[in-house]
């Protein structure tokens, strides 16, 4: 008698886990479950992807600043300036364009196109 008892109260306590177990993998798969999950992970790599984006503009703007000064070495840029030859550097190019007191040249910018003139 008691081995009956014990292989039924075996039996109930399995089905009754399974019963859970198989509850519990259905509401996992309704499409409600399955969205809130796609969204979680959605979510998730959104935030993986941020923070690698994050890393490589930090690591892009370091290289590119030591890059800059490498180069600002190799050109001499941070170097002291020399006022006796500060005055031989050429004067900029954009005042080729402009007249002598920085006024556009009228003859640079007197011609026009109109394109209706070609109908």
Do not use: C
Request: glycine share 6%.
């Amino acid at each position: 008698m008691f081995r009956r008892t014990f292989w039924f109260t075996a039996g109930a306590a399995a089905g009754v886990w399974a019963t859970t177990k198989v509850n519990r993998k259905i509401k996992q798969l309704t499409p409600e479950s399955l969205a809130a999950q796609a969204a979680d992970k959605a979510v998730a790599a959104g935030h993986k992807l941020k923070d690698r984006a994050v890393g490589f503009a930090l690591d892009v703007r370091s290289n590119m600043l030591q890059r800059e000064a490498e180069l600002g070495d190799a050109l001499g840029l941070d170097a002291p300036v020399d006022p006796e030859r500060d005055h031989a550097l050429p004067a900029p190019r954009r005042r080729a364009a402009l007249g002598q007191h920085g006024t556009p040249n009228v003859t640079t910018y007197s011609l026009s196109y109109n394109r209706n003139e070609d109908h």
